[in-house]
């Protein structure tokens, strides 16, 4: 299959021109409308066909591409659908290569050799993966050679010489070269380094074709690019016309592009390369020993597009300079009274009479300046962008905590900020958006999906792909490709080395449990992670149970999801059988999220940590609780943690002791509290309705 490839391939160049590859997503506009778009593609003289994938959550493709996958998705388009549309492609006289295009998840769910043996089956001839690293695109090109299939590499303008040297052994027919960093989309314009990075590709992989994609929609872009690479790929501008053609002529549709773009069939001979001879700016990287590992257990990693690797490499050595360097934790601690550290540890004498149980702790993050721990990570973080020269920062929020904490730390340090936040995430903390604007920084709602933080962090990460030299992404939680778990939680881990100081100071021992909220990760990891080795201390995160956990809505990643891959890490994430992430629901924004931080993910799975799922109506009773027996009204999320503390605390002795993160305040969540208890507050007896007959 994959010899189909190399041959379409040496007979353009055998003719002196470049292959025109054409891309269109599986099921968009409609399923029965793929297969007459193929037959019009090759009609209309297309050497190749990308058909992608569709997935839920795709970080390195821009507007149009995310709506085609959402179409298709509602379509009802999966893995075992885009396979049989190849058969029946086939079937109905398709003879040109087709190569499938997608990200790992559905992949790694429908099964890495099972997927290979049902494409070649199917007629396919290969595979492309957007966001699979090349310590695991090692193992999937060698299963795809066992069923004579092509694996392509995509290199990017940011991809190392030596990643070049890795990529290109795995290639056996070509390699996709982006043409800029950023999203998938048509531009209008060309980038004019294009044959200064082809020549220095070559350079390196030597005589193995080039097709170079991103940006390119017409004729002249086709001769541009095909005067120097081997192929030409083209997809977000098919799609766009796809979508605007009427039913029934959609093949015909693709026929008449392929036409305009390929012309009279006359295209000018390629262009010989000058030789590449390598500069300062482009010269190879000398290979790093990390100090850190990019894995817990089977979790973690880098899945993510090609142009994100080189700033991630770039982090993650500036990460181990400064925590390595005396200096930067001098500066980060000379923050402290900023922050208003150490937070206080106390005993919550009357919840721990309500329990009758253990003796109840509190470590009130919610003290610390902005509301909540999010602080600690974000002054570090912005610490970290200023030592790496990075001027503008941008974050993804969905309580807004993280972007209060991150529009602080930038005005403090006059840098400019820029806050993602999903839409339904704007209108439940308006507070905390207009905090956020207070403090100087643009606040984007994000419309897409579920317009919530999973939405929030897809949006984040394309838009940092396409300014990687001048921003920084201060990620708010323990997730994302590595270094970002451990480097929020090395950041965050303040609040248990205190926490087990002062403990260990105000009565001479250890906790016996310790508990916190569970979204993505950063205040729970913060906690555990210094009494990870203190086998004594039970560790016990509490997760988003929504409205229950046998519903399709809550955010109970840990208790109910499965590992897979979202946003750069293989952790636990909620995702139906087809590895489609699930939408999530939780009372409140900032546990609504689909995955976990990989640490988690690797303390569930070795049983260090337990993990339990509390529902919005619990979470309410723990707001309720904190604030009337302590006089300390915690945010919705730490109120998950106070239920789960409560239930666990009852089950324990009298001279036990539990402590519970109080990870941030409650004001920000009040109004929201007040729009909800009509509705949940009879579950837990509780009516804050004014008038004379209520007053509780």
Partial sequence: MSSLLRETFAKCKAEGRSALVTFITAGYPTIEDTVPILLGMQAGGVDIIELGIPFSDPIADGPTIQVANVVALNNGINVTKCLDLVKQARAAGVTVPIILMGYYNPILIYGEQRILEDSKAAGANGFIVVDLPPEEAVKFRGYCTLHQLSY?????????????????????????????????????????????????????????????????????????????????????????????????????????????????????????????????????????????????????????????????SELERGFEAAVADPAFWAEFRGLYQYIGRPSSLHRAERLSEYCGGAQIWLKREDLNHTGSHKINNALAQVLLAKRLGKKKIIAETGAGQHGVATATACAKFGLECTVFMGEEDVRRQALNVFRMKLLGASVVPVTNGTRTLRDATSEAFRVWVSHLDTTHYVVGSAIGPHPYPILVRTFQSVIGQETREQFLKETGKLPDCVMACVGGGSNSTGMFSPFEKDLSVRLVGVEAGGDGLDTERHSATLTVGKPGVLHGVKTYILQDSDGQVHDTHSVSAGLDYPGVGPELAFWKATGRADFMAATDANALEGFKLLSQLEGIIPALESSHAVYGAVQIAKTMRKDQTLIINVSGRGDKDVQNVAEILPRLGPEIGWDLRFDAKRTK
């Fill in 152 to 312: 392509v590499p995509l290199v990017a303008p940011s991809t190392t010489n030596e990643r070049l040297q890795t990529l290109a052994g795995i290639a056996d027919s070509f390699i996709y070269v982006v043409s800029r960093m950023g999203s998938t989309g048509a531009t209008g314009t060309i980038s004019t380094a294009i044959p200064e990075l082809l020549a220095r590709i070559r350079s390196v992989t030597g005589d193995i074709p080039l097709a170079v994609g991103f940006g390119v929609s017409t004729r002249e872009h086709f001769l541009t690019f095909g005067a120097t690479a081997d192929g030409v790929v083209i997809g977000s501008n098919i799609i766009t016309l796809l979508g605007e053609s009427a039913a029934g002529t959609r093949g015909t549709t693709a026929e008449a592009y392929v036409k305009s773009i390929l012309g009279d069939g006359q295209q000018p001979g390629r262009v010989a390369s000058e030789k590449y001879v390598p500069g300062e700016a482009t010269a190879p990287l000398k290979d790093v020993i990390s100090t850190y590992s990019s894995r817990f257990g089977d979790f973690g990693g880098q899945y993510v597009p090609e142009a994100l690797h080189s700033c991630l």
